[in-house]
């Protein structure tokens, strides 16, 4: 088995899911699965408003599952009336935009009243094939789980499932003025999690948080760590080169923010911790920049310009530079220009952020939450910090002010370990489980008309 796929529980659970070459008789992996991505589209930019880590982790598993001969359409939500019905992304990847609710204005809050519609959408799809057109629904997030649970059952196929994030999780870690999730999501994901066939799950602490929040067959998670794409994230030319083009200067000390400006990602902790350095060193205001590349999402849109504000009271405004989100090429660029990257969320399921950074050759310093521990090498490819104290962020990023090779060193370092983190490997994984859902639903419907 995978080092990439592991199981859960003792001997007593092992025979609920094998791999290929594990069955006797017949299986066979999917030819063609409808992906579920309610919420926000593949087409979206990643940074803006809800769109993030699953938008790549979607169009990236999506494209290599292609690749293996496994047909996707995603069904997402149109939010614009000039989107074709489908789009396709890639051979073999085709986008479905539904229409549910009105196509701009709807925060993500607002979406569990649009599920019946979106439902509707997807069965208007289904019926205009031919019988067994899908084999097996793979939902991400959810409200998207929803759909898929009753897709499923009307389609006699398996139902796979992605939580992404889980409200009891992120409930339990809130940052200080961030809003809990509502007890109807907490309700919906413990009906998912009882109705799908496989979950999959980001890393071993999440598919243990499965099982102790939710109460989880342990036997029907499995765990697949994300992909970063490694073509794409890269240390390429290098660090001169990156901060040539971004209009950077060369002998900076850059400590970058990179994602959805909200409390969860916690921001301003990295903006404290840089008050703390100036505070420590008056010397380190000439020749530091920090760059916040990123919008406005969930409880932050109520304040987008919050993050402004608190660097004009911490007196930092003129080293701190606010960008607009940018493309994955561009992103990419600044993972490399950057001395280290600062991920002091408060809660992530993996931190694909993290690892697309290592990739490109920059160590991290983050909060040792969710993935974050299994995305970085504590010690080797970056720093983990329990808590969110802005003492203990400045602390690690003074050493890599003072020590620019510690930042070569542990760039390299973080190269060599992001490359455990192809997502062909994820990709496969996946398929392998789809293979074992199919082949124990099958098993299953015989016994039933047995």
Aim: aromatic fraction near 6%; charge should be positive.
């Amino acid at each position: 088995m995978s080092q990439y796929v592991s199981r859960l529980g003792s001997n007593r659970m092992a025979p609920r899911l094998r791999f290929p070459g594990a069955f006797p008789g017949s299986h066979r992996k999917p030819r063609r699965i409808a992906m579920l991505s309610v919420h926000t589209s593949p087409l979206h930019q990643p940074g803006t408003g809800d769109a993030g880590g699953m938008n790549v982790y979607i169009v990236e598993l999506a494209k290599r599952l292609a690749a293996i001969n496994i047909e996707v359409e995603v069904f997402t939500r149109a939010t614009t009336g000039a989107l074709p019905p489908a789009v396709e992304l890639a051979p073999g990847v085709l986008v479905r935009h539904v229409d549910a609710g009105p196509y701009e204005g709807l925060a993500k809050e607002d979406l569990p009243a649009q599920l019946c519609a979106f439902t509707h959408g997807v069965m208007q799809a289904w019926a205009g094939q031919r019988p067994g057109y899908y084999d097996l629904v793979h939902s991400h997030y959810w409200l998207s789980g929803h759909v898929g649970w009753l897709a499923a059952q009307r389609w006699g196929v398996p139902l796979v499932h992605a939580m992404h994030t889980m409200a009891k999780v992120k409930n339990a870690a809130l940052a200080e003025g961030d809003t809990p999730e509502p007890a109807a999501r907490v309700i919906g994901e413990t009906q998912i999690v009882s109705a799908a066939d496989r979950l999959i799950a980001n890393t071993a602490g999440e598919a243990d948080e499965l099982v102790r929040f939710y109460e989880a067959d342990a036997a029907a998670v499995a765990v697949v760590h994300p992909g970063v794409n490694l073509e794409r994230f890269r240390p390429a030319d290098g660090r001169a080169a990156a901060r040539a083009r971004l209009g950077l200067p060369q002998g900076a000390f850059v400590p970058l923010f990179a994602g959805r400006i909200q409390p969860l990602k916690a921001p301003d902790v990295l903006l404290r911790a840089v008050a703390v350095l100036l505070d420590r060193d008056p010397s380190l205001r000439s020749r530091m920049v920090v760059p916040v590349v990123g919008g406005p999402s969930g409880s932050g849109l109520a304040k987008p310009e919050g993050l402004q504000k608190l660097a004009a009271r911490l007196g930092i405004t003129d080293v701190v530079r606010f960008h607009p989100p940018v493309g994955q090429d561009q992103l990419a660029d600044w993972f490399r220009a950057a001395s280290v990257l600062v991920m002091p969320s408060y809660s992530e399921s993996f931190g694909l952020v993290a690892i697309e950074a290592q990739a490109a050759g920059t160590p991290v310093v983050a909060a040792a939450v969710g993935g974050l521990p299994v995305a970085v090498r504590d010690g080797a490819s970056g720093f983990l910090i329990p808590g969110h104290d802005p003492q203990a962020y400045a602390q690690q990023l003074a050493r890599f002010a003072e020590s620019p090779e510690l930042v070569a060193r542990m760039g390299a370092t973080a190269a060599a370990h992001a490359q455990g983190f192809g997502w062909d490997t994820a990709a496969s994984a996946t398929a392998d489980v789809y293979t074992a859902a199919l082949h124990e639903h099958r098993r299953r419907v015989r016994v039933h008309h047995g």
